[in-house]
């Protein structure tokens, strides 16, 4: 079993639709990330959560909502999106957020907006 | 302020030659370096980091980045490609002792290895 599981692996959603991604880790790491990874730029950190409390919000629009109700889930809830979201979501845990240690990442969900 | 720049979008050598991917980085204080690699449909996989030990840093896979302050780089190398090292790579920095959220990431580079 792999340490960051992400699901589903691809996403086709309309606009108007509601959909989410969900991410597991069975590393027994107390800090999560969401990143999205679009074709030409860097990776844009979203969203970190340490021990299920959000400790950083990069100014992402109110349309991704993230929920994680325990140390090892995290959640992006996606809802009224533009066809500018569409992208790789990966998620990323690490022992602690405030340390600067190794990322373990998913293998992302790729989410295509029509 | 930190930021890193990776000079070639993309590079291609041939199997059994040696890989050089450049970086180039920007940082008010002492930086922590790291470069990541991404295989196809996959997700991100630390290689290797520099965190002010020793300047040569070895990593997985026959990988090593060799920190230079004088130049602000630290470029990847490996001696002699495989086909399994086709892949993108990004060069990453942070402030020394800075959280693990606060990493910079680089464009990425993609190499192609040529049978």
Redesign the interface.
Known sequence: ETG?TQTPRHLVMGMTNKKSLKCEQHLGHN?M?WYKQSA????E?MF?YSLEER??NNSVPSRFSPECPNSSHLFLHLHTLQPEDSALY?C?S?R????????F????SRLTVL | AQSVTQLDSHVSVSEGTPVLLRCNYSSSYSPSLFWYVQHPNKGLQLLLKYTSAATLVKGINGFEAEFKKSETSFHLTKPSAHMSDAAEYFCVVTLSGAGSYQLTFGKGTKLSVIP
């Open positions: 960051v800090a990330y030409k730029k860097p990776l950190l970190v400790v950083e990966l990323a690490s602690r957020w405030s340390d600067t240690g190794e990322l990442f998913g293998e992302g």
